[in-house]
Structures are given as C-alpha cells and as structure tokens.
C-alpha cells in the first residue's frame, strides 16, 4: 500500500485537468482490467469545458453495493486556513466562491499592472522594447488565465489519492462478485457532478443501491460513517461486527442534513470520511494546499480491512 500510495501519490498525483486526468484513467484502467475486472468509461460532455467521466469498474447497473471515491483533484486554494466541509455543501460552495473571486480579482490586477506601469511606457513603434513588451502581455495574459481558472495543487494525499490506494487494495483483495462494483468519479473533488452522474446512469435504481462512498481517509483525522436514520441500525450492526483497533464514529443524518452531502442522490448509501469536530461542523484542514502530503498507512490499512469485512 505504501509503494502504491507513493506512486499514485506522485506519478499521478496531480489530477485537475482533462490531460492528466485521461493519463490517470488509462493507467488506471489497465491495472484494474488486468484484474479481470470489467472497466467502462461513462462520459458526459456538455462542451468542451465541461467533461466528467467516470470510471465504472464491474457491473454497476446489476451490482447491490457499490463503492466510489472521487480521483480528480481540485485547485490550490487561496483562502488561508482553509477548510473542506464533508457534511455542509453549502459552505464548501460559499468558500468555492469566495476563492473563484479572489483569482479573479489577482489576475486582473495582475494584467492592469502590468498593463498600466510596463506595457504602455514601453509601446513605441517597431522596437526591439515593443516586442518584449508585446511578448510580456502574452506571458502575463496566461499566467493570469491560469490563476483564474485554478492552479494546479502539487500535493493531494489525503484528498484523494489515499482513498484511491485504499480501494484499490480493496479491489485486489475481494474476488470478483456479480453483485459488488466500484466507481472512480469525476468532477466530485469540489462538487457534486460525478455522484449525479453515477445516480443518472443507475436510474430509478440509485435509490435502491447501497452506495459506500469514501473521502478523505488517510490523515489522522477522525473517521465518521455517515447515513441517513432510516439506514442507522443496519450500519450500526455492521460496524458493530468490526473488531479492529480502528476507531469509527457512526453518525446518523436527518434528512436535512443527509440532503447537504452526496446521499442526496443515494438515499440507501454511507459515507465513510475523515475529518474533525469543530465549532458544530466537521471539518477537513490542510487539503488544497502544499500541506496535504502526508497519510497515515496505518489508519489506511485499517480502513481498508474495515471495508473488507464491511463487504464480505
């Protein structure tokens, strides 16, 4: 699991835009297919920017359970102290807002900069200081595209590529079974497009599946596993069963609540996430940032024997 984590971690770690993803997919795939695993691809193109494709690995349509965890990565975040909000949609969207301006506001500051004190006191005809300054724009004009739309975050251990590793080994693990399948979404690393994705392919049936999704468990953090009060006592029995040193918060969700998280679109499903208590929410820190390079492979291979014998 370690060498596993450290390659996927670094190789592949980087997973915002649609080329690195698509390399991510294709080396994914093969691993999984040599597993003898069915692998399909179940894309959605909007336009040209607006991709999601998920990964579906086994018969997802016929399987009762499955499992997904999110494998794109989201950008480097500018707020400071920032925090991620497993249970609280709205916030993690206020907070995406909040970062979207404030690269917006950095890059045209950026390009009125230099626009203003380089640029137009260096226009003068056909020159050699012309052209650099031309040649400045342009650099300056990427550079504040690529602070607008996101840069890329280096490091993404905990969030997502610990959960990747963890399911991978799950899958490795467990023989194959008709009835137990696996999803790697798209576009779920700061919001909810790949689990709509998944609920629109499954049909009338997402609300029949038991969905186990998994989410930033590989720092120190506490483990929660969430569902709604409708499903407590069937996880409660199941979690009861686990004997590992593992410690697991069951957390029951009213309806409320459940609907602020990605049981919105599988009403049968739990979320298993890390995090930690505070001031009234749960809360996810250091992600987004160079901070989030560190795991814990003890709590991932205790996670990992908690889905096993959850599974078996």
Do not use: W
């Not at 670094?10 to 093969?30: C, D, H, M, P, Q």
């Not at 975050?153 to 490795?172: D, E, G, P």
């Amino acid at each position: 699991m370690r060498e596993q984590m450290l390659y996927l971690g670094g190789t592949y770690g980087k997973r915002l835009v649609e080329k690195r993803k698509a390399r991510f997919l294709n080396f994914i795939s093969k691993k999984i297919s040599n597993l003898g695993y069915q692998v399909q691809l179940d894309s959605l193109n909007k336009s040209q920017k607006y991709k999601c494709n998920n990964l579906l690995i086994g018969d997802v349509k016929r399987a009762d359970v499955i499992v997904t965890v999110p494998y794109d990565t989201a950008s480097k975040v500018l707020i400071p102290g920032y925090r991620y909000y497993p249970l609280n949609r709205k916030k993690n969207m206020t907070v995406e807002t909040v970062n979207t301006i404030l690269q917006s506001l950095l890059a045209v500051t950026m390009l009125l900069f230099y626009y203003t004190l380089i640029f137009r006191k260096s226009i003068n005809g056909f020159s050699t200081k012309s052209v650099l300054a031309f040649i400045g724009m342009a650099l300056v004009v990427y550079m504040a595209f690529k602070l607008a739309t996101g840069i890329t975050n280096k490091y993404n251990f905990n969030r997502n590529t610990a959960s990747i590793v963890v399911l991978m080994s799950l899958i490795q693990s467990l023989d194959k079974r008709k009835r137990l399948a696996f999803v790697m979404t798209d576009r779920t690393s700061n919001s909810y497009d790949g689990y709509r994705q998944l609920a629109g392919y499954l049909g009338v049936k997402a609300s029949e599946k038991e969905v186990i999704m998994l989410d930033c468990i590989g720092a120190n953090d506490h483990l929660f596993f969430a569902c709604r009060k409708t499903g407590i006592k069937r996880q409660k029995e199941r979690v009861k069963r686990y004997s590992g040193d593992l410690h697991i918060q069951l957390k029951e969700l009213s309806q409320e609540l459940a609907d602020e998280t990605p049981l919105f679109f599988f009403p049968r499903g739990a979320y298993l996430f890390g995090g930690k208590e505070e001031k009234g929410d749960i809360v996810v820190t250091n992600t987004r940032s160079k901070k989030d390079s560190y795991v814990n492979f003890d709590k991932m291979k205790q996670s990992k024997e908690f889905l096993y014998g959850y599974l078996s």
